[in-house]
């Protein structure tokens, strides 16, 4: 007969998101990549918290994966210049701080990066939400340390 109505649900949210994906804009990826990786890592600390190291496990390697297979992998090194260099590394930061954090048992520094993220996230919805013809707002260099 039929299947689980949580099956059918799962399967329309599915179909949203392929759906929301195939019309996005580059910009708008860039976006869900953020969005993506800020709740793998409220997760990540939620799983963290409540010791169930093999969620928090799955839920840090996503965020990793996003930020290394997404982010970091759309980078044009080329025509972005210094701001995509300094992107890449301020991704390589996070991905090593992600990783010790789930080394460490350490939420603060998921924490650390899920800050790092909804800044860079709201900076470039920023840019995104310009109007056509105005000045855009320029990322800012990000440093790492």
């Known amino acids: 007969m039929f299947g689980s109505p949580q099956r059918g649900v799962n399967a329309y949210a599915k179909v949203g998101l392929e759906t929301?994906?195939?019309?996005?804009?580059?910009?708008k990826l860039i976006v869900m990549l953020y969005d993506g990786a800020i709740v793998a890592i409220l997760n990540g600390i939620t799983q963290m918290k409540a010791g169930n190291?093999?969620?928090?496990g799955k839920a840090i390697s996503k965020a990793i994966q996003i930020i290394d297979n997404g982010l970091r992998a759309s980078l044009d090194r080329e025509v972005g210049g210094e701001i995509a260099r300094n992107?890449?590394?301020l991704y390589e930061y996070m991905s090593g701080r992600l990783l010790t954090a789930n080394l460490q048992n350490d939420p603060a520094m998921?924490?650390?990066?899920?800050?790092?993220?909804?800044?860079?996230?709201?900076?470039?919805?920023?840019?995104?939400?310009?109007?056509?013809?105005?000045?855009?707002v320029r990322a800012p260099a990000m440093a790492h340390g």
Do not use: M
Not at 20 to 27: D, V
């Open 87 to 89: 992107l890449d590394a």
């Open 20 to 27: 929301g994906i195939a019309s996005a804009s580059p910009h």
């Open 53 to 56: 190291i093999e969620e928090k």
């Open 110 to 136: 998921l924490e650390e990066v899920r800050g790092l993220l909804a800044d860079l996230r709201d900076t470039w919805k920023q840019i995104g939400d310009e109007p056509a013809g105005s000045t855009p």
